[in-house]
Nanobody, 129 residues
Framework: EVQLVESGGGLVQAGGSLRLSCAAS????????IGWFRQAPGKEREGVSF????????YDADSVKGRFTISRNNAKNTVYLQMNSLKPEDTAVYYC??????????????????????WGQGTQVTVSS
């Protein structure tokens, strides 16, 4: 059974930090790129941050550059999203997703939700002002 399970969301004041985790099972984790997406009420799904399947190259959306950092620990089948300097506009449900064989070299496919095969259930992040 393929599973991606997000955790670490919560309520935080503007300027604060959260660290999200995405625990994967049921597939060959090392062969998949992992992306973080988010969706706020009434808005479309938005790509946030991505990490390659092979060399660990990353890409961040302009809205989060310099504030969010994605990383992966293949030994633990886990991806992290460190979120610093949070803003109210970061409020959303955050999802992790897995795409087989993708890397930064295939950008912009790398950041397209249609390329991602497996999705987690999401974790709520709320940033108050």
């Amino acid at each position: 059974e393929v599973q991606l399970v997000e955790s670490g969301g919560g309520l935080v004041q503007a300027g604060g930090s959260l660290r999200l985790s995405c625990a994967a099972s049921g597939f060959t984790f090392d062969d998949y790129a992992i992306g973080w997406f988010r969706q706020a009420p009434g808005k479309e799904r938005e790509g946030v941050s991505f990490i390659s399947y092979s060399d660990g190259s990353t890409y961040d959306a302009d809205s989060v550059k310099g504030r969010f950092t994605i990383s992966r620990n293949n030994a633990k089948n886990t991806v992290y999203l460190q979120m610093n300097s949070l803003k109210p506009e970061d409020t959303a449900v955050y999802y992790c997703a897995a795409a087989m064989g993708l890397s930064y070299s295939s950008y912009p496919v790398f950041t397209g939700p249609e390329a991602y095969d497996y999705w987690g259930q999401g974790t709520q992040v709320t940033v108050s002002s």
